[in-house]
């Protein structure tokens, strides 16, 4: 194979019999502002939040996500509250993929936590693939206590162009 160790311009336009091969390495600066790359070959991060308001925290089920993509995968659930909870009160959240948990355990919000200080859930399944859907499910228990107010959930996914 020949090599050419200096720098060329080509003006006209280049036609290949195969596919050339491209260096390794190519980051986001090598590729023009205004390339106008097709959105089905990048990938999406999202940051949803959803939160109840700034009373006594409810129980409730509710959608929080659906994949659109070809994969997607759930790198963080943080969980907090802008008050934390008083003596027996608690609220557990969980996240679940078309009704099963992907979290190793519920994230449980009680006097150990701080307010506005989200709780990192430890994921045990990431994976997602088109139609899959994120639930989240919060429970308030009172227990005698004063339930947290202002309870957030925080989830970021990286998604795959369909």
Known sequence: MGRIDEDMQAVGAWTFTRMPSLPAG???A???AGAAIDQS??????RIVHHQPNSAATSETLPVFRCYGTTATLIEVAVGSIAIAVGAATVTVDIKKNG???LSSVVTLDTGNTAYVGELASISVPG???GDVLTAVI??????GTLPTGVYIALTIKEDAN
């Open 30 to 32: 090598m590729v023009a």
């Open 128 to 130: 997602m693939v088109a």
């Open 100 to 102: 099963t948990t992907v």
């Open 41 to 46: 070959k990048l990938q999406h991060q999202h």
């Open 139 to 144: 429970v308030a228990t009172a227990g005698g």
């Open 26 to 28: 190519i980051t986001n």
